[in-house]
C-alpha cells in the first residue's frame, strides 16, 4: 500500500504526534519504527487471531487475559514484571496492540514505568480507533470504580488499519458504534445523518463506508482533545452517555455489557434528562434510539436496577466537582453542553424509566 493511499492526522497537543488511517498499514508500521526496541502488550484474544503480525513487530511480547476483568493493577504488575526482566530501558518503546482494555493497560504502564517511555497505539477493535487510542488517557479500574486511576499520556504514534474490523464478532464491533453516534449527537449532526444513511453498509463492513465513518469520528475526538488536553473543559462532552454508562457497568460487575453497550443506554439516560429539562424535543430522542436500535445496541436498563445504588456510584463519578452530578446533555443532534446541580429527583426518575 502507497503511503498516499494512507491519511494522516496530526494532532497538535502538547508532545504532537500523528494518526495514521487505511488498510495494510503494517508496512508503514514496520518503518516507522525501525530500529526501535519495541514491548508489544495485547490480550489474549488479539494474540490467539494475530500472534504472526504481533511477533514480526517484535520478539517481546506480553499478552493478558482478554476481559475488563484484567484492567486492573495486578495486570500492571505482571507487566512492570516482564518488561524488567526483558531489559525494557528508558529509550524503548511499548506498543499497546488491542482493544481499549489492551490500549489503557499499555498506556499506563508505560506512563508509569521509569517515569515514562515512548508509546505507540494500534488498535484492533472500533472503540479504540475512534476513541480511547486517540487522546492520551490511561487507566485501570480499582475497587469496582471505572478508570479511577490513571494518567494523560500521549503517544507517539498511532495507526489505525480497518482491515482490524473483519475480524471483530459482531457484538463487539456493533457496541463500539456507541461512541460513533456520540460524535454526531455532541457536535457533527452530519456524521449523525451518514451513519442514519448508511447503516446497511455499516452492518456490511463496507471498508469505504468504514473508512469515511472512523477518520470523520477520529478528526471530531482530536478537535476536541487539541482544545482541551486535560479535559479542565470542553473535552468534557466526550463524556456524553459516560456517567450513566460507568455506572451500569459497575452495578453489572463489568460482566453482562460491553463498554459501548453501556454506553448507549446511558447515552439513552442523558437524552432523557435533556428531554425533561426542555433543551431538546422528543423527536431527537427517538432518532437517537432508533439509530442504536438498527446497529443493535441495547437503549434500556436490564430489569432489576436498584435505582438508589445506581445514583450513588454516579456520585462517585470522577467527572464530578464538590460531590455535585456533572452531565454532559444535548441541546439538539449536533449540539451539547455541561450541566450540574440537576435535581437527585430527576435523575432517580429517569433511572427508573423504560425508554
Do not use: W
Not at 181 to 201: A, H, M, P, Q, T
Not at 237 to 260: C, D, K, Q
Amino acid at each position: 500500500m502507497q503511503k498516499t493511499d494512507i491519511k494522516q492526522i496530526d494532532v497538535k497537543v502538547s508532545k504532537p504526534y500523528t494518526v495514521y488511517v487505511g488498510e495494510d498499514i503494517g508496512k508503514l508500521i514496520g518503518e516507522t519504527l525501525q530500529g526501535e526496541r519495541l514491548f508489544v502488550i495485547t490480550d489474549s484474544n488479539v494474540y490467539g487471531l494475530y500472534k504472526g503480525f504481533l511477533h514480526s513487530l517484535s520478539e517481546n511480547v506480553y499478552f493478558f487475559e482478554a476481559g475488563e476483568e484484567s484492567k486492573n493493577y495486578k495486570t500492571v504488575l505482571k507487566i512492570y514484571d516482564f518488561l524488567i526482566e526483558n531489559g525494557a530501558d528508558r529509550y524503548s518503546v511499548v506498543v499497546g496492540v488491542g482493544g481499549g482494555v489492551a490500549g489503557d493497560i499499555a498506556g499506563f504502564a508505560a506512563s508509569s514505568y521509569m517515569r515514562g517511555v515512548r508509546l505507540i497505539h494500534v488498535p484492533t477493535t472500533l472503540l479504540a480507533m475512534v476513541d480511547s487510542a486517540i487522546g492520551g488517557k490511561t487507566g485501570i479500574n480499582y475497587h469496582g470504580l471505572k478508570n479511577i486511576v490513571g494518567s494523560f499520556y500521549q503517544p507517539e504514534s498511532v495507526f489505525v488499519d480497518v482491515r482490524f474490523l473483519k475480524t471483530l464478532q459482531d457484538r463487539e464491533y456493533f457496541s463500539a458504534f456507541a461512541e460513533v453516534v456520540k460524535y454526531g449527537v455532541i457536535r457533527d449532526s452530519e456524521l449523525f445523518d451518514f451513519l442514519e444513511r448508511n447503516v446497511d453498509g455499516i452492518k456490511q463492513r463496507d471498508s469505504k463506508i468504514l473508512k469515511i465513518v472512523v477518520e470523520r469520528s477520529i478528526k471530531n475526538k482530536v478537535e476536541i482533545v487539541e482544545s482541551d488536553e486535560r479535559e479542565s473543559g470542553e473535552r468534557a462532552v466526550l463524556n456524553f452517555g459516560h456517567t450513566f454508562g460507568h455506572a451500569i457497568e459497575s452495578l453489572t460487575g463489568y460482566r453482562r455489557f460491553y463498554h459501548g453497550e453501556a454506553v448507549a443506554i446511558g447515552m439513552v439516560k442523558a437524552m432523557e434528562v435533556s428531554e425533561r429539562m426542555g433543551l431538546v424535543e422528543r423527536g431527537d430522542v427517538e432518532r437517537v434510539v432508533n439509530l442504536l436500535k438498527l446497529l443493535k445496541l441495547p437503549v434500556s436498563l436490564p430489569d432489576g436496577i436498584d435505582e438508589g445504588r445506581m445514583f450513588e456510584i454516579m456520585l462517585k463519578d470522577k467527572k464530578n466537582k464538590n460531590s455535585s452530578l456533572r452531565f454532559v446533555l444535548t441541546k439538539g443532534i449536533g449540539s451539547s453542553i455541561i450541566a450540574s446541580g440537576i435535581k437527585e429527583e430527576l435523575i432517580l426518575e429517569v433511572i427508573g424509566e423504560d425508554s
